[in-house]
């Protein structure tokens, strides 16, 4: 039993065995012969009369078809039952999906919180757990300074066997203000100038004297991610400060 040497016969015939490898193996023999008579039959018939509208490549298109119609079949008859025995109420397999589930659920609920989140993402700072902050007992504003400025300025001359480097900050509420842009109500941190060499920060900027960082969320919901803004000046509750860079 021979196909037409013909490129569409030879195109059908090739379709017909790669659909043959999506069957059930302990069908496939049976399917492709079958597959391949039909086909021979529908070569003969179109090359003897061409009034037929039936070709050898358009009928073995169909072959597609029924090879992944018997491919699902077998899936409903083979595995399905598996996966309901395997699921059914009190199964080993259905505890571990639910108990997988709801750790699931329980992370993402976790990284919704920004406190867990900050706990379980990892440390932006290099040399994080090396890394102490001070504060005054009871201290929970931030806004609010919780060491005195004397007690600062005697640390960093007293406390050398204490701590390798020291630095402060102060959270504020600034109006920042750049040319042809709105102005911003920001919180600000007011920090040494060794605050961010300290926390390990790549800051890329040869600035001396004051400059402001940007987080990288304000720059983004602020200033629309705007490119161009590092190296702009803006204007600090009246005061000029260069806009040095932007930091997680």
Request: net charge neutral; proline share 8%; charged share 15%.
């Amino acid at each position: 039993m021979n196909l037409s040497p013909s490129p569409s016969g030879l195109s059908a015939r090739l379709l017909v065995r790669s659909a043959a490898l999506l069957v059930p193996a302990a069908q496939r023999t049976d399917w492709t012969a079958e597959w391949l008579a039909e086909l021979w039959h529908v070569g003969q018939v179109s090359d003897s009369d061409p009034s037929v509208s039936a070709t050898p490549l358009t009928f073995a298109a169909g072959a597609l078809s029924d090879a992944l119609q018997l491919r699902a079949h077998s899936f409903r008859v083979r595995l399905l039952p598996r996966l309901r025995s395997l699921l059914q109420p009190g199964s080993p397999a259905r505890c571990l999906l639910l108990l997988a589930a709801g750790t699931l659920a329980a992370l993402l609920l976790c990284l919704a919180l920004p406190g867990a989140r900050r706990v379980l993402l990892p440390a932006p700072y290099q040399h994080a757990a090396s890394l102490v902050l001070v504060a005054s007992s009871g201290a929970s504003d931030p806004a609010t300074p919780s060491i005195q400025v004397s007690d600062y300025r005697e640390w960093t001359t007293n406390t050398a066997s204490l701590f390798s480097e020291l630095a402060f900050y102060r959270v504020a509420y600034k109006t920042l203000h750049l040319a042809d842009r709105p102005e911003q109500r920001l919180v600000v941190a007011q920090a040494s100038a060794n605050l961010l060499q300290l926390l390990g920060v790549d800051s890329a900027s040869d600035k001396a004297g004051p400059a402001i960082f940007l987080t990288r969320s304000a720059w983004q919901t602020q200033y629309a991610g705007d490119p161009h803004l590092v190296g702009r000046m803006s204007d600090i509750d009246g005061t000029p400060v260069p806009i040095a860079g932007i930091l997680p």
